[in-house]
C-alpha cells in the first residue's frame, strides 16, 4: 500500500508528510497531526463539527480524503486565535452563552467565521441559512445567532468591544448574566473529550455487536482474530473475573453477552490492536455460532403468556410495576357529567449528543484500573465495575471527561467495563471512540409508551377521577426502567387537583434495543397523554384550555396524589405567561388551521423559505 | 469504513484512462466523495475496500464550463455553488440556481459536483430533474472513444447508470434558457442537509402578454425509482392559455406517477401541490399577466 505524500499549509505552517491513502482529511488532522480541535460527530457530513477551511473556502473534513489537502492551505479552529487568545467571533459565543456541551462549537465558530467573511452585514436569516449544515443538540442555536450577530455589529462598528465584556455582576451572580468559565476552552477547541485524548502505546478498540434480536450463544472463537499481528487482546464474557452484571436498579446487563444476546447491536466481544483498522480485521474474524430464539418486540405481547422470556428472573417480563391508588375511581367516573377515554403513544427518541460515545482505560503505577469517559454517573460506576472485577473499590477509579451531550444517554455503563478489562489483560491504555451508527444500534433510548387515558370531568371542568395505564417498552435490559416508571407514575396526573386517581406504569422487557434515562425522565410521555387529553376534554365542554387547566391547578400547599406537599406552585403564573406570551386566542379550541387568529403572528417562526440570500433583490433575482 | 490500496489524481484523461486500464474492476471514480465516503458506513455498504480510488477533480476539462445563447456545457467536476456564484449560469439556468439553494448546505455544495450527483443515481437527485427539464445530455468518454446520450435515458433506476466499464461522465450538456420563469420545490425534513422527499424542477415561457404558454419543462423526482420528464402534462399547457383553471387540471396529472417504495399517499398530497406552485413561481418570474395569477391563488399555492 503506497503511503501519499501529502504538501500542504496547515494553520500558517508548511508540512510534508506521508498519509495513507483511504485518510480522510479529518483522520490527518486529528490522529496525525494532533490538532484536535475540530470533532467527529457523524463521519457523514451531517453535523458540521468537523469544518475546516480548504484554500479558505469551509468544507466537512469527514467527507474530504486526504489527497484532496495536496497543495492545500488548510486552516482549522487552531488557527482563528493565537495561544491564549480569541476571536471577536469566539469571544462573542462565550459573552452569548453559546457553548454548552462545546463539542459542536468548533465547528459552528468556523461555519459563523465563514459566514461573516462571506457578508459581513449578513441578518440573523442568512445567519441561520449559512450556519445550516451544522448541527447543535443543546443551545436550540438561539444563542448562537445571537453570538454571530454580536459578533457581527462589533466589527462592523456598530456596538462597542465593551460588549463583550463580563458583565458588572457587584459580587452577586444570581438573576444576573454570567459568562460560562469553561466557555473559552470551548469556542477556541482546546477541551479534550475522551475521543482527543492519547497515551503512548495506547490500542484502539473495536466490539463485535449481536445481529440476532435473541439467540443463544452455542460459541465463541476468537483464535483466529487474537492470531492476527497487531491485536494485542480479545475478550468475551469469559473475562470477566467477578460478578458480571450492571444497571441503574437491576444488574441485570453483562459487559458482554453472556450465554445469550436479547437485542441487534449488543456486545458480544472486543478487540483492542494498533490500529483501527487491525481491530476491524479482527472483529471480522471472530466467529460466533448463534441459534437464534423466538423474539418479542411488542411490550402486549411480551406480557402473554407463552411469550419468548429474556431473562430467568422476570418470567413475566415485567421490568417494574409501578401502581398508584388514591380515593374511588369508580365512584369518581359515576360521579362525572363527562367521561372522555383515549389512547396516546410515543416513540423511541434517540438522544443524539453530538459527542458518540468514547473513553480511555489504563492501569496506572499503582495497579489503578482508571477508566477516563463522559460518564454521568462515576460514582455508581465505580461500585459496579469494582464488583465486576473483583478489585477492591480502591483500585478503581472513573474520571469524568467533559461530556460532549448527554441528557441521560451517557448514565449507562456501556461500554467502560469491556475498556476495564482490555487494560488489565492487554496491560496498556486501550481507546475506543464509538461511531455515529454504533452509538445508535446500542444505547438506549427514550422509551416507547402506550397510554390508555380515562378522565372523568364535571360539567364545569372539575376533574373528579382520572385512570392512566402507561405500557413501555423497556427494551432488553432494565437500565432506568424502574426510574423511569417512577417518575412517570408521581407526574402522570400533572400538576392538577384530582381527588380520585389511579395509576399503573409498566415497563416491560423485549427484544428491542433498551430504553434508558432520557432528560424529564418518564414525565415526557405521561404530560403528553395527560395535557393532549385536558385539550380534548376542553373543546368537549367547550371551554378555554388556559380555563379548565386555573380550574384544576394546584396551588401552594397542595397534596399530590404520593403525598408531596407542594410549598409554592407556580403553574398559574407559568399559564398567564405562556397565554400573553403565545397570544391565545381565547375560547374553546374549536378552529383549526389557517381560521386562528394566533399564528403567523411575529413571533410565531413560519415554515422554512429561502432566506435573505436569495428572497428576492438579490443577485439571483438581478440574474434571471 | 473505506479503505484503498491507493489513490490518485490524474491531471488528464489519459492519465485516467491509463488508471482504469490497469485496475478493470477495482476501481472506484470519486469526484466531491460527498456521497462516497457516507456511503462506505456501517448500515450501507459497511467496511468496504476498493484497490483504488481514482479522482477526477484535478482533470482540467471536468472543470471547464462554457455558455452560448443556445447551449451550456458542464464539466461533470462542476461543483454545485458554482450554480449560485455563476451569474451567467444562473441566467442561462433558471431553474439551477433554486436547486443549489436548497441543495445539502453551504459547505457540501463547494465540494460536491453535478456530474456526481447524476452518476450517484439517486432516485432523489436534486440536480437531475433539473437538468432533464434543460434537455441535458451526458458526454461519456472511455480509452475507445466518446458518446452522447440524453440524461433521462442515462439514469436507468435507483443508483443505476447506462455507464459502461471504463466509461467516465465528462461533461453535460443542456439548453440555455434565459427568458425562462423556473422554479425548483423541494421537501424533506428541515432546511439543510436534506435529501429530497419529492422534487420538481419548472420552467415555463409565456407570450409577450403573460398570458400564453409558449413553453414549459417539467422534470420531477423522488416520487419513482428515477427522476422522470412530464411530457404530457408539457403538452396540455401548451395547448391552452394559463388560466386558474387549467393549472388545477395540470395538476392533477403526474399524481398517478407516485410509486415510491414508502410514504406514496403524502407524495401525491406533495406533487399536487408541487405542481401548483412550482407552476405557479415559475409563471411569476415567467412574467405572468396579473389577471392570470390572481392574489387568492399565490396565497394558497406559491
Not at chain 1, 469556542?187 to 503512548?200: F, N, T
Not at chain 1, 462515576?378 to 480502591?394: E, F, Y
Not at chain 1, 454504533?438 to 370531568?457: D, F, N, Q, Y
Not at chain 2, 482533470?59 to 445563447?69: G, K, M, Q, V, Y
Request: with cysteine; hydrophobic share 40%.
Amino acid at each position: 500500500m503506497p503511503d501519499l505524500r501529502i504538501e500542504a499549509t496547515i494553520n500558517g505552517r508548511k508540512i510534508a508528510r506521508s498519509a495513507k491513502p483511504h485518510q480522510r482529511l479529518l483522520d490527518f488532522i486529528r490522529d496525525d497531526l494532533n490538532l484536535t480541535g475540530n470533532k467527529e460527530g457523524c463521519g457523514a457530513g451531517e453535523c458540521g463539527t468537523c469544518s475546516v477551511f480548504v484554500d479558505g473556502v469551509l468544507m466537512k473534513s469527514c467527507l474530504l480524503p486526504v489527497a484532496k489537502a495536496q497543495g492545500a492551505t488548510i486552516e482549522t479552529v487552531e488557527a482563528l486565535a493565537k495561544t491564549g487568545e480569541l476571536s471577536v467571533l469566539q469571544k462573542a459565543f462565550h459573552k452569548a452563552g453559546a457553548s454548552q456541551c462545546g463539542y459542536c462549537i468548533p465547528g459552528m465558530v468556523m461555519a459563523a467565521t465563514a459566514a461573516l467573511r462571506a457578508n459581513p452585514f449578513a441578518d440573523r436569516e442568512e445567519i441561520k441559512e449559512r450556519l445550516g449544515g451544522n448541527i447543535c443538540r443543546c443551545t436550540g442555536y438561539q444563542k448562537i445567532f445571537d453570538a454571530v450577530e454580536m459578533a457581527r455589529d462589533i466589527q462592523n462598528g456598530s456596538l462597542p468591544a465593551t460588549a463583550l465584556m463580563e458583565a458588572d455582576t457587584e459580587d452577586a451572580v444570581l438573576g444576573k448574566s454570567v459568562r460560562r468559565i469553561d466557555a473559552p476552552s470551548k469556542v477556541s477547541g482546546r477541551l479534550k473529550y475522551a475521543g482527543d485524548m492519547i497515551m503512548p502505546g495506547m490500542l484502539h478498540v473495536q466490539v463485535l455487536r449481536s445481529p440476532h434480536a435473541h439467540a443463544r450463544i452455542v460459541s465463541i472463537d476468537t483464535e483466529a482474530a487474537g492470531s492476527i499481528d497487531g491485536v494485542h487482546g480479545v475478550i468475551t464474557s469469559a473475562d470477566v473475573p467477578g460478578e458480571d452484571g450492571f444497571g441503574v436498579f437491576v444488574n441485570d446487563q453483562p459487559v458482554m453477552a453472556r450465554g445469550k444476546v436479547r437485542y441487534i447491536g449488543e456486545a458480544v466481544a472486543a478487540v483492542a490492536a494498533e490500529d483501527l483498522a487491525i481491530a476491524k480485521r479482527a472483529v471480522a474474524a471472530i466467529k460466533v455460532v448463534y441459534q437464534p430464539l423466538p423474539a418479542v418486540f411488542d411490550p402486549d405481547e411480551a406480557m402473554r403468556s407463552g411469550a419468548p422470556v429474556l431473562h430467568d428472573y422476570a418470567p413475566d417480563n415485567i421490568t417494574k410495576h409501578i401502581p398508584i391508588r388514591v380515593g374511588d375511581v369508580d365512584k369518581g367516573f359515576a360521579e362525572s357529567d363527562l367521561v372522555v377515554e383515549e389512547i396516546y403513544s410515543t416513540q423511541p427518541i434517540e438522544h443524539a449528543y453530538l459527542e458518540p460515545e468514547a473513553g480511555l482505560a489504563y492501569v496506572d503505577h499503582d495497579g489503578v484500573v482508571t477508566i477516563v469517559s463522559p460518564d454521568q454517573n462515576v460514582t455508581h460506576h465505580r461500585h459496579m465495575l469494582a464488583r465486576i472485577i473483583a478489585t477492591p473499590i480502591s483500585k478503581v477509579r472513573f474520571i469524568m471527561s467533559p461530556v460532549g451531550g448527554g441528557f441521560g444517554g451517557k448514565e449507562d455503563m456501556i461500554y467502560q467495563g469491556m475498556l476495564a478489562l482490555l487494560a488489565m489483560k492487554t496491560q496498556r491504555p486501550v481507546r475506543l471512540v464509538f461511531t455515529r451508527e454504533e452509538s445508535i444500534i446500542s444505547t438506549a433510548k427514550r422509551h416507547p409508551s402506550r397510554t390508555v387515558l380515562r378522565m372523568g370531568l364535571m360539567r364545569d371542568g372539575r376533574i373528579r377521577a382520572l385512570q392512566m395505564k402507561m405500557i413501555c417498552d423497556g427494551g432488553a435490559y432494565g437500565l432506568s426502567t424502574e426510574g423511569v416508571m417512577r417518575k412517570a407514575a408521581i407526574l402522570a396526573a400533572g400538576p392538577y387537583v384530582v381527588p380520585n386517581v389511579r395509576i399503573d406504569t409498566l415497563g416491560i422487557y423485549t427484544n428491542n434495543t433498551p430504553s434508558g434515562a432520557f432528560r424529564s425522565f418518564g414525565a415526557l410521555q405521561t404530560a403528553f397523554a395527560t395535557e393532549c387529553h385536558l385539550d380534548i376534554c376542553a373543546e368537549r365542554l367547550a371551554l378555554d384550555p388556559f380555563q379548565i387547566r386555573r380550574l384544576n391547578a394546584m396551588r401552594d400547599g397542595a397534596i399530590t396524589h404520593t403525598k408531596a406537599k407542594l410549598g409554592s406552585v407556580s403553574l398559574t403564573r407559568a399559564l398567564d405567561a405562556l397565554e400573553q406570551a403565545s397570544g391565545w386566542e381565547a375560547g374553546a379550541p374549536v378552529s383549526r388551521g389557517s381560521t386562528r387568529n394566533d399564528l403567523g403572528g411575529d413571533d410565531i417562526r413560519p415554515p422554512c423559505a429561502l432566506g435573505a440570500r436569495f428572497a428576492g433583490g438579490q443577485k439571483q433575482e438581478a440574474a434571471e | 469504513m473505506l479503505t484503498c490500496d491507493d489513490y490518485v489524481s490524474p491531471s488528464c484523461l489519459a492519465e485516467a484512462f491509463a488508471a482504469i486500464e490497469a485496475y478493470r474492476g477495482r476501481y472506484r471514480i470519486v469526484a466531491g466523495a460527498t456521497d462516497t465516503l457516507p456511503w462506505a458506513r456501517e448500515g450501507r455498504a459497511g467496511d468496504v475496500h476498493i484497490p483504488l480510488m481514482i479522482d477526477v477533480t484535478k482533470i482540467p476539462e471536468l472543470c471547464e464550463l462554457s455558455i452560448d445563447d443556445k447551449r451550456v456545457r458542464l464539466g461533470a467536476a462542476t461543483p454545485i455553488q458554482r450554480f449560485l456564484d455563476d451569474p451567467g449560469l444562473a441566467r442561462a439556468l433558471p431553474c439551477m440556481t433554486r436547486c443549489a439553494v436548497w441543495f445539502a448546505d453551504d459547505q457540501i455544495r463547494a465540494q460536491a459536483t453535478i456530474g456526481g450527483n447524476i452518476v450517484n443515481a439517486s432516485p432523489a437527485a436534486d440536480g437531475t430533474p433539473c437538468l432533464i427539464a434543460h434537455e441535458a445530455k451526458v458526454e461519456l468518454a472511455s480509452a475507445h472513444g466518446r458518446r452522447k446520450m440524453p440524461l433521462s435515458d442515462f439514469v436507468t433506476g435507483p443508483n443505476k447508470t447506462a455507464l459502461a466499464d471504463g466509461e467516465l461522465l465528462v461533461a453535460i450538456e443542456c439548453d440555455a434558457l434565459p427568458g425562462y420563469g423556473g422554479s425548483f420545490e423541494k421537501v424533506g425534513h428541515r432546511r439543510s442537509l436534506v435529501i429530497s422527499l419529492v422534487c420538481l424542477a419548472a420552467l415555463l415561457k409565456l407570450d409577450a402578454r403573460g398570458r400564453r404558454v409558449e413553453d414549459v419543462r417539467l422534470a420531477i423526482a423522488g416520487i419513482g425509482p428515477r427522476p422522470v420528464r412530464l411530457n404530457d402534462v408539457e403538452e396540455f399547457l401548451c395547448a391552452g392559455s394559463l388560466t386558474a383553471d387549467r393549472l388545477e387540471q395540470a395538476a392533477d396529472m403526474p399524481v398517478s406517477l407516485v410509486a415510491s417504495r414508502t410514504r406514496q399517499e403524502y407524495r401525491r398530497d406533495v406533487v399536487r401541490g408541487f405542481m401548483l406552485r412550482g407552476l405557479i413561481n415559475a409563471a411569476k418570474r415567467a412574467g405572468a399577466d396579473k389577471s392570470v395569477l390572481t392574489a387568492e391563488l399565490e396565497a394558497a399555492y406559491a
